[in-house]
């Protein structure tokens, strides 16, 4: 079971990164899933998540500047977190999970974000 995160990188204040995770070894579509962030110094703190019908829900220091979506379709188990308007706050370390509450839960590497001022 593996979630492998990437386009994490270093932005200017206003531009975009999608990040991408990866799964594998797990039946995607029944997970849970969500973007965490941990800056430094600071606990991870939850970004966003979908349900597995595809519901979302959103921090409010990224509502309507971040979009979680997910692809369940042709075996490409994949969760996406378009990320617009960047702020310098919105530097840290992002990882993504998999999650079926009280049954299991998986965490990927983490993909670091920079944004400079």
């Known amino acids: 079971v593996q979630l492998q995160a990437s386009g994490g990188g270093l932005v200017q204040a206003g531009g975009s990164l999608r990040l991408s995770c990866a799964a594998s070894g797990l039946l995607f579509s029944i997970y849970a899933l969500a973007w965490y962030r941990q800056a430094p110094g600071k606990q991870r703190e939850l970004v966003a998540r979908?349900?597995?019908?595809?519901?979302?829900?959103?921090a409010d220091s990224v509502k309507g500047r971040f979009t979680i979506s997910r692809d369940n379709a042709n075996a490409k188990s994949t969760v996406y977190l378009q990320m617009n308007s960047l702020k310098p706050e919105d530097t840290a370390i992002y990882y993504c999970n998999a999650q079926i509450p009280s049954l299991h839960d998986v965490w990927g590497q983490g993909t670091e974000v920079t944004v400079s001022s």
């Open positions: 979908i349900s597995t019908g595809g519901r979302t829900d959103y």
